[in-house]
């Protein structure tokens, strides 16, 4: 004998109720509406932060084709305005009705609204266009998105995460609201990415800009020690002086033609290895890390060498120069040959 179901609307109303602001509607709407409602719509601006997402040209044209083959059908999830009155998911789908307006004035298609939504609730919205952790960074209004979105979690699995093994940082479960509450803990991660941008042709980005900012953290001095190893590795170093910078240099050139399966975690750890060798004068360091290698941590300050005594002679006569010029005004002399 089948045991008999209870309708969904039975046991949805035995349940407590949630005390809310939330209302939701369904309506017919056409292109004026839309248009209306879009004006809450805030466009991804850099530096500002509570903005949308972009729209995808290609899911909106997607959307204004089925609205005007007559194939848009009620479906309930909503297009939602937050208790602030911004519109915090469906611009696509407004934005589709407008277009489709252009063609047949008088369409109308039947839209599910809910309005007072909690302003938390952008962080768990995924309808659509998937949102990726680079869309909840354009909408906080920060740049170069991508990028900043792997630092972070890379930056998050170092500090928390054990490494044992290649797929465990992968699999860390990454959500937009970590993220936020990472990049809010660690803001000096963006000027990391500006950093490691300039050596981008032998260091990837995302593990260069995590190892700026460890060096950065760790060292205490403001971020120098870790733009110095930095202006090494971008700039190169007198290889008739022995420095780990320049091991490291010439071991990235190599390593991208025979250690194809590495990753960018695997680049951090070394990198890890090279500046601890160099902060402490170490010349002779094995450049990569083995099987069983636990991963490497950045060392700390009270470990690290004075700056004056691992910078090459070349670096601190560049440094004197400096400092002269600045007090005096005189440039150092440098011979010029005729051509």
Known sequence: ??????????????????????????????????????????????????????????KVAEYCATMLADEW???????????????????????????ASLTRPNIRVPLTICINAPDES?????????????????????????????????????????????????KTRWTPTLQAEVLAAHPMIREGIKAATRSKHLLTVVPGAVLWYLIYRAMEDGGEKANWFFRGLERGTN???????YTFREGLARASLVHRDWDSADYLGIGIKAFNAW?????????????????????????????????????????????KEIKTGDKPYVKFEQP
Do not use: C
């Open 1 to 58: 004998m089948t045991e008999e179901r209870v309708p969904p609307a039975e046991l949805v109303l035995r349940a407590d109720p949630v005390d809310t602001p939330m209302l939701y509607f369904v309506v017919w709407a056409d292109g004026p509406l839309a248009r209306d409602l879009l004006q809450w719509n805030q466009e991804p601006e850099l530096g500002k932060a509570g903005t949308n997402r972009k729209a995808s040209d290609i």
């Open 73 to 99: 059908q009620t479906n309930p999830h909503p297009v939602v305005f937050s208790e602030t009155g911004w519109q915090e998911d469906g611009q696509q789908r407004l934005k589709a009705l407008v277009k």
């Open 122 to 170: 952008r962080m768990v919205m995924d309808l659509g266009k998937r949102r990726t952790p680079s869309d909840f960074l354009k909408m906080a209004g920060q740049s170069n998105t991508v990028v900043l979105a792997s630092a972070l979690k890379m930056l998050y699995n170092y500090d928390h995460t054990p490494r044992t093994g290649p797929e465990v940082w992968r």
């Open 239 to 245: 290889p008739d002086e022995l420095d780990a910078r």
């Open 279 to 323: 902060a402490v004068g170490e010349n002779k360091w094995v450049f990569g890390l083995r099987k069983n290698e636990r991963f490497p941590k950045v060392i700390s300050a009270a470990q690290s060498l004075p700056l004056q005594k691992i910078l090459t002679e070349a670096e601190l006569k560049a440094i004197g120069d400096a400092t």
